[in-house]
T-cell receptor, first 114, second 115 residues
Framework: GNSVTQMEGPVTLSEEAFLTINCTYT??????LFWYVQYPGEGLQLLLK?????DKGSNKGFEATYRKETTSFHLEKGSVQVSDSAVYFC?????????????FGDGTTLTVKP | DAGVTQSPTHLIKTRGQHVTLRCSPI?????VSWYQQVLGQGPQFIFQ???????GRGNFPDRFSARQFPNYSSELNVNALLLGDSALYLC??????????????FGPGTRLTVL
């Protein structure tokens, strides 16, 4: 079946540091890949997505590239801010299913210190 | 436009009781999905409904059931509650195509505590 593995956290960075959160997946065919963010006390929000190999999703300075050859979708940001402190979830929806049946990783907690 | 809304926000029940959670999707969205998020883990898919029909079910026992109404709102029911059912229950809506590329919009969740 489908699965998503995220790097274990928590991750603590200083403001303006470079961020990488690793995500690898197992799925048949060509899934769509997503990053969601959950800010303290709020619900899940879609951060970015990529729907085919070599696509790059980007939003709010975050980027992730769909790498079919390494089955990865690592999240990066060049300069993090305190306001980026949140839990980040990598997710996929299978090639022959729809996004309403997504499989999520366990999340990575990011804390950015001033 | 209003986002996905869920009620109640918090709920405390005792073992063996029954609970009903409610979700209203974004206007125009026909697909509703339910997820269970245990503390420290990612959301796990429970059900998806589209046009009042069940489109998928995750690996959850028959104590879990759901339905969707003509206005596309949805209820999740859990019978014979166990301590392990304590979690944040998330509802998500999407426009309702069959595409894996659809964007899901999540509600704030219902925090269920079973004592």
């Amino acid at each position: 079946g489908n699965s998503v593995t995220q790097m274990e956290g928590p991750v603590t960075l200083s403001e303006e540091a470079f961020l990488t959160i690793n995500c690898t997946y197992t799925a048949t065919g060509y899934p769509s890949l997503f990053w969601y963010v959950q800010y303290p006390g709020e619900g899940l929000q879609l951060l970015l997505k990529a729907t085919k190999a070599d696509d790059k999703g980007s939003n709010k300075g975050f980027e992730a590239t769909y790498r079919k050859e390494t089955t990865s979708f690592h999240l990066e940001k060049g300069s993090v801010q305190v306001s980026d402190s949140a839990v980040y979830f990598c997710a996929l929806s299978g090639h022959n299913t729809n996004a309403g049946k997504s499989t999520f990783g366990d999340g990575t907690t990011l804390t950015v210190k001033p | 436009d209003a986002g996905v809304t869920q009620s109640p926000t918090h709920l405390i029940k005792t073992r063996g009781q029954h609970v009903t959670l409610r979700c209203s999707p974004i206007s125009g969205h026909k697909s509703v999905s339910w997820y269970q998020q245990v503390l420290g883990q990612g959301p796990q898919f429970i059900f998806q409904y589209y046009e009042k029909e069940e489109r998928g079910r995750g690996n959850f026992p028959d104590r879990f059931s759901a339905r969707q109404f003509p206005n596309y709102s949805s209820e999740l029911n859990v019978n014979a509650l166990l301590l392990g059912d304590s979690a944040l229950y998330l509802c998500a809506s999407s426009p309702g195509t069959s595409a894996s590329t659809d964007t899901q919009y999540f509600g704030p969740g219902t925090r269920l505590t079973v004592l």
